[in-house]
């Protein structure tokens, strides 16, 4: 098997002194701003609390998303309407006095930035810039540029990315800021790098570029590609890109062939641009690389910040039980040899605690001994939210013979999602035909951050069921590993690295078709899962344990911003990164 990319990366001479800037359109900063809709969010924020924790010298540009993404509602029949988040970055940022401008279509637009300072264990500190159009001097449609996260058509998706990358790239100058590394998390940010060609050519007109410039720029540019779903990768047409970028920008990016079938393409862009590019876990690095064969695309396998994911009376037990996991992750691995009642203990409390949020949220009171499945995530037609219901009477048998089954799902479809709706109403409207005093369907409203918590850290078992290969890594079941819930799930993403079958959880074998798949996933339960569970408690538990010291000790993010350290920002220029190192092992 194949792990490395086909193709050698340009190692030249990399700058040795300044940051790294972090680039990404949504970043799950705080609970309470809603500036994230899902995985890729989480993940951002979990890098960037992990770099804060470990030392690395970085700061982060996203846009202020004053009206967030949306808050969810559902009729009891099944349908989603959406409401405006609003939020006031004056209540958690300090203002910048900076102001820079970027022009869109013929305006020219001032965009200001909100500092948050992330400040990590030990005390250093990752500053975030949210990029905000929300001044008196631009025009009304200018000032909400940066309101809505995934909102409007292609055209304010465009302009939005043009404040994201052109004007992050201005600001930081504008802030005095020595970057020598730029890191795109997803396309949406690849017009960071022609801000920096233009920088390259000091003003001058871009028509004067050489291959030289576009190496210098290369020297600085790093990408993480996060989808193999071809709607993920952002495309705009000549015209859209004539018109709102410039005619003389467009030509250019044609000459470096960022353009395909027509389309300016966001992941051609930022691959062109960059000296190192990686897919987010090793199956996701191999598709890319067929989706882009003329790259060299390496993988890193995502992870999330330990102590953000892991409940608290699980942290609580850890403290006591293996202090050093909060300063080094890899440690969690030690919990190979942990007394079984002190996990039984503290996930049961972990239980107690979500099933008390759906008692309060929905009125419903469930039996904390009866085996707990959670579903929750975007309601992107590729999860397949109701491959568990393929067969309503297999489920309704499997739930009686085993005395009692619970299922907890939650998930947002994005506002235009129509499939993604039906598939919540599809979902809602079959719990409600099935549910009976043996099987419980609880669906629950705005599947976001806290929520998210509760759930993987309080049901049983996490089930994730992907159309194969769509699922470029998946996180939430790395936040069920890390507090030893084990997984039922497809072998697509992480899973395929995760899973040690009856050690970590169980795969739902491959088959011809969704029908095939749902078979696997109903006979796992039956013959794998429910024995378990309701016979040999002693089992269930050192399968929590192997799962929380395999699993735990390997999907989070302080081994994966170390990975990026080492093989993408500072890949020849280690030792003399050595302070890195040091401060991340101080404490
Ligand atoms: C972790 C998380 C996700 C990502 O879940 P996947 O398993 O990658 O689909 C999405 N939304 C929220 C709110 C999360 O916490």
């Given at each position: 098997m194949q792990s490395n990319p086909t193709k050698p990366f340009s190692y030249e001479t990399l700058p040795s002194t300044g940051l790294v800037a972090y680039f990404s359109m949504e970043i799950a900063i705080d609970p309470r701003m809603p500036t994230y809709s899902g995985g890729l969010g989480v993940l951002a924020g979990d890098t960037l609390r992990s770099a804060a924790d470990l030392g690395v010298p970085l700061v982060a540009f996203t846009l202020a998303h004053r009206k967030g993404y949306f808050q969810q509602h559902l009729s009891s029949a099944g349908d989603q309407t959406e409401d405006i988040q609003p939020w006031e970055p004056s209540d958690f940022c300090t203002e910048e006095a900076a102001r820079i401008t970027v022009s869109i279509e013929d305006r020219v637009?001032?965009?200001?930035?909100?500092?948050?300072?992330?400040?990590?264990?030990?005390?250093?500190?990752?500053?975030?810039?949210?990029?905000?159009?929300?001044?008196?001097?631009?025009?009304?449609?200018?000032?909400?540029?940066?309101?809505?996260?995934?909102?409007?058509?292609?055209?304010?998706?465009l302009q939005q990315e043009i404040v994201l990358g052109m004007g992050g790239v201005r600001i930081a100058?504008?802030?005095?800021?020595?970057?020598?590394?730029?890191?795109?998390?997803?396309?949406?940010?690849?017009?960071?790098?022609?801000?920096?060609?233009?920088?390259?050519?000091?003003?001058?007109?871009?028509?004067?570029?050489?291959?030289?410039?576009?190496?210098?720029?290369?020297?600085?540019?790093?990408?993480?590609?996060h989808t193999p779903v071809p709607a993920g990768h952002d495309r705009f047409s000549t015209e859209q890109t004539i018109r709102i970028l410039g005619g003389d920008r467009t030509a250019r990016l044609e000459r470096l062939g960022c353009f395909q079938d027509g389309l300016l393409n966001m992941t051609l862009l930022a691959l062109r641009f960059s000296r190192y590019a990686n897919g987010v876990a090793m199956q996701h690095g191999k598709v890319s690389r067929s989706m882009f064969p003329e790259f060299p695309i390496d993988s890193i396998t995502n992870g999330v910040h330990a102590p953000t994911w892991v409940s608290e009376p699980m942290q609580q037990m850890l403290d006591a039980q293996i202090p050093a996991w909060r300063r080094d992750n890899l440690y969690l691995r030690n919990a190979i040899d942990l007394p079984e009642?002190?996990?039984?203990?503290?996930?049961?409390?972990?239980?107690?605690?979500?099933?008390?949020?759906?008692?309060?949220?929905?009125?419903?009171?469930?039996?904390?001994?009866?085996?707990?499945?959670?579903?929750?995530?975007?309601?992107?037609?590729?999860?397949?939210?109701?491959?568990?219901?393929?067969?309503?009477?297999?489920?309704?048998?499997?739930?009686?013979?085993?005395?009692?089954?619970?299922?907890?799902?939650?998930?947002?479809?994005?506002?235009?999602?129509?499939?993604?709706?039906?598939?919540?109403?599809?979902?809602?409207?079959?719990?409600?035909?099935?549910?009976?005093?043996?099987?419980?369907?609880?669906?629950?409203?705005?599947?976001?951050?806290?929520?998210?918590?509760?759930?993987?850290?309080?049901?049983?078992?996490?089930?994730?069921?992907?159309?194969?290969?769509?699922?470029?890594?998946?996180?939430?079941?790395?936040?069920?590993?890390?507090?030893?819930?084990?997984?039922?799930?497809?072998?697509?993403?992480?899973?395929?690295?995760?899973?040690?079958?009856?050690?970590?959880?169980?795969?739902?074998?491959?088959?011809?078709?969704?029908?095939?798949?749902?078979?696997?996933?109903?006979?796992?339960?039956?013959?794998?899962?429910?024995?378990?569970?309701?016979?040999?408690?002693?089992?269930?538990?050192?399968?929590?344990?192997?799962?929380?010291?395999?699993?735990?000790?390997?999907?989070?993010?302080?081994?994966?911003?170390?990975?990026?350290?080492?093989?993408?920002?500072?890949?020849?220029?280690?030792?003399?990164?050595?302070?890195?190192?040091?401060t991340a092992y101080a404490g």
């Open positions: 637009v001032t965009v200001r930035a909100w500092r948050y300072d992330l400040v990590g264990r030990y005390g250093h500190i990752v500053p975030i810039y949210l990029l905000d159009t929300d001044l008196e001097c631009n025009s009304g449609w200018d000032r909400g540029l940066t309101d809505h996260l995934y909102g409007g058509d292609t055209n304010y998706r100058n504008a802030l005095g800021l020595k970057l020598n590394v730029y890191h795109m998390n997803e396309g949406h940010a690849a017009l960071l790098t022609l801000a920096l060609l233009e920088q390259q050519l000091g003003g001058g007109p871009l028509a004067t570029y050489t291959e030289s410039d576009v190496a210098a720029v290369r020297r600085l540019c790093v990408f993480t590609t009642q002190e996990i039984i203990k503290a996930h049961d409390r972990a239980k107690e605690a979500l099933l008390t949020e759906v008692a309060s949220r929905t009125g419903l009171v469930l039996n904390p001994r009866v085996l707990t499945l959670g579903f929750a995530r975007r309601a992107a037609t590729y999860k397949r939210a109701s491959l568990l219901f393929t067969d309503p009477e297999r489920l309704l048998k499997i739930a009686t013979e085993a005395g009692g089954l619970q299922i907890l799902y939650s998930g947002k479809a994005h506002p235009q999602d129509e499939p993604g709706k039906a598939l919540i109403h599809n979902v809602i409207e079959t719990a409600h035909r099935l549910s009976n005093d043996m099987l419980r369907i609880v669906y629950l409203e705005n599947y976001a951050w806290d929520l998210g918590a509760l759930l993987t850290a309080g049901v049983d078992v996490w089930v994730n069921t992907p159309r194969r290969p769509y699922e470029a890594s998946g996180t939430s079941g790395m936040k069920a590993a890390l507090n030893g819930v084990p997984s039922l799930s497809i072998l697509d993403g992480w899973w395929i690295e995760g899973c040690i079958e009856g050690v970590t959880g169980w795969a739902i074998e491959d088959g011809a078709n969704d029908a095939e798949e749902a078979l696997s996933l109903y006979s796992k339960l039956e013959t794998s899962v429910v024995p378990l569970y309701n016979e040999s408690p002693e089992r269930w538990a050192r399968l929590m344990r192997t799962t929380l010291a395999f699993n735990g000790s390997y999907f989070n993010t302080n081994r994966m911003v170390k990975q990026y350290t080492r093989n993408a920002y500072y890949p020849v220029k280690l030792l003399e990164h050595a302070a890195v190192e040091e």
